[in-house]
């Protein structure tokens, strides 16, 4: 089985551009990442590209092509989409291709244009990802599908607004050294218990913002990599996808992850490690709820404490296992489907020491990338390990 | 944004909220006795193609709720509105919680279902009530 070697990583800003094209917006973060790989446009063999609101936004489909084109990649396309985890479908994918031999490189990525839409609008678009027929027509949003869990959550475990406000607080503080963050910003605890809220307990800093954005990978077989002596010192090592049922009120559970678990013991299985091993995480906090949810099911922490592990420290820059030291979806920002790719373009750019916040974990070696669609009826999980 | 033509029913849902409406809610139900919503070929969790429909519990339990301030267009004018969910024993449901301050919402609280009309769009909702003693519904 080949390793598959992440070559190259590009992304654009994340924030509000509106006027910015998810063509456009691809084009910039696929010339980055193939600048950063330095191999040629001619060796890419297939471009595999995740978006989720094309249709509604841009009014766009059969995004596959046009996005090759915008790469200048004369090479077979195709979209995926699985909701807010649509920039990590697409790197699964090729993962598996390229550890098939069917591969040996692949332009992976995604792209999200969002801010063009009013709130309103862009809250119903987002709202596509639950189960429309027995939530979205009960008036289910977004965040009032995390608030149904942030809710059930402090009823099960205990918690409170405070203790999720840890989180974006922490999150917010990560980004302030990543200028291509949305929100480069610090705020502080009673700036999120005084935000507006959007749907209780759920504030507004308990949110993400609504962003546009594009990341890019050029993802590779180590044997390419050997033989072009490719800069390429990260390995994607381990992969693991988890499913449940698309409505909320279907699930075992109300306050835990059923499916990022069944994600997570597969991508450690994959990987040949444990959750102990991993130094550095990057996982889907869209809402402060889900951050406490993701850490908890990958097992970083146990079930009911993963609460207070942004107020104990354990999770910030100078913790034990920082998480999120992008700024996260909260802070950097949730250009869907551009979300899983950044995810993983951080974490090799953290590893590599590259990043801004990579003195923070200098000696790390072993890191994870969550991406989660709708309420978690998909997540994805990936592991990344430096290999030379 | 496209928008569908006036009046086409979903199979199923549309059956279930006018079984709601005339009193006689159900649920669907497989052989390993699996709870599940319409319109289904199989058992969710099973694939057992053994499907029937069973009456719904009269009442159901608030398990947790929120009060949605920022609303997707199709709801702008009810918003802010409850949205709950509610375990009725084989399944639990999403509605809005009607007749009740948000203030007064708990979790534990009995409720019944019914149907009410969006402000905003006029569509059929579908909708908690509160029960304020164990035998109202």
């Not at chain 1, 489909?61 to 990649?73: D, K, S, T």
């Not at chain 1, 479908?89 to 098939?100: L, M, T």
């Not at chain 1, 994607?236 to 699930?251: F, K, P, S, V």
């Not at chain 2, 029913?9 to 059956?15: A, E, K, L, N, Q």
């Amino acid at each position: 089985m080949s390793e598959v070697r992440v070559a190259g990583i590009g992304l654009t800003p994340f924030g509000e551009y509106a006027e910015r094209t998810t063509r456009e917006l691809f084009a910039e973060a696929s010339a980055s990442a193939i600048d950063d790989a330095d191999v040629a446009r001619t060796d890419v063999e297939e471009v595999l590209y995740g978006n989720f609101l094309g249709e509604l936004s841009e009014r766009q489909g059969h995004q596959g092509p046009l996005m090759a084109e915008a790469a200048g990649v004369q090479a077979p396309a195709a979209r995926y989409e699985a909701a807010c985890a649509s920039g990590s479908a697409p790197v699964r994918e090729a993962v598996k291709r390229i550890r098939s031999g069917e591969s040996d490189v692949l332009l992976v990525g995604g792209a999200e244009r969002m801010t063009n839409l009013t709130t309103a609008d862009a809250t119903g678009a987002l709202a596509t990802a639950a189960d429309d027929l027995w939530e979205v027509r009960a008036g289910v949003t977004f965040p009032s599908a995390y608030a149904l869990m942030a809710r059930a959550y402090f009823d099960t475990y205990g918690g409170s607004r405070e203790a999720l406000a840890h989180v974006a607080v922490k999150n917010h503080e990560h980004a302030l050294s990543n200028e291509l963050a949305h929100q480069q910003q610090a705020i502080d605890v009673s700036d999120v218990l005084e935000a507006p809220r959007i749907s209780s307990p759920l504030g507004l800093y308990d949110s993400c913002p609504i962003s546009d954005g594009a990341a890019a990978l050029v993802l590779t077989s180590e044997s390419y990599a050997e033989e072009h002596g490719l800069d390429a010192s990260v390995a994607i090592t381990g992969t693991g996808q988890g499913g449940d049922r698309l409505a909320l009120h279907d699930r075992e559970f109300l306050a835990r992850s059923p499916a990022t678990r069944r994600a997570g013991e597969r991508a450690y299985d994959d990987a040949g490690i444990s959750a102990d091993e991993v130094d550095v995480a990057e996982v889907h906090d869209c809402f402060t709820i889900a951050e406490v949810l993701a850490i908890e099911a990958l097992d970083l922490e146990p079930i009911g404490e993963g609460i207070s592990a942004a107020r104990d420290c354990r999770t910030t820059i100078d913790g034990d296992r920082p998480v999120n030291l992008s700024g996260g979806l909260k802070a950097k920002g949730h250009p869907v489907g551009a979300t899983g790719t950044a995810q993983i373009a951080e974490i090799a750019a953290l590893l590599r020491g590259d990043h801004p916040n990579s003195e923070y974990v200098e000696d790390a070696t072993t890191a994870l990338t969550h991406n989660a669609g709708g309420t978690v009826a998909t997540a994805i999980v990936h592991v990344l390990e430096v290999v030379a | 944004m496209s928008e569908q033509r006036d009046h086409v029913r979903d199979d199923g849902f549309d059956d279930w909220l006018d079984a709601i409406e005339d009193g006689e809610p159900y649920y669907l139900t497989c052989s390993e006795e699996h709870g599940f919503l319409p319109p289904r070929h199989v058992c969710p969790a099973c694939g057992s193609a053994d499907v029937e429909p069973a009456p719904l519990p009269a009442t159901g339990i608030l398990e947790t709720f929120t009060v949605t301030s920022v609303s997707t267009p199709t709801f702008e004018d009810d918003a802010p509105y409850v949205v709950a969910i509610a375990d009725f024993g084989p399944v639990r449901l999403t509605g809005r919680v009607v007749e009740r301050d948000a203030d007064d919402v708990e979790i534990g609280m009995t409720v019944e279902p019914d149907v009410v009309s969006s402000e905003t769009s006029g569509e059929r909702v579908l909708a908690f009530r509160w029960c304020s003693t164990s035998w109202c519904c």
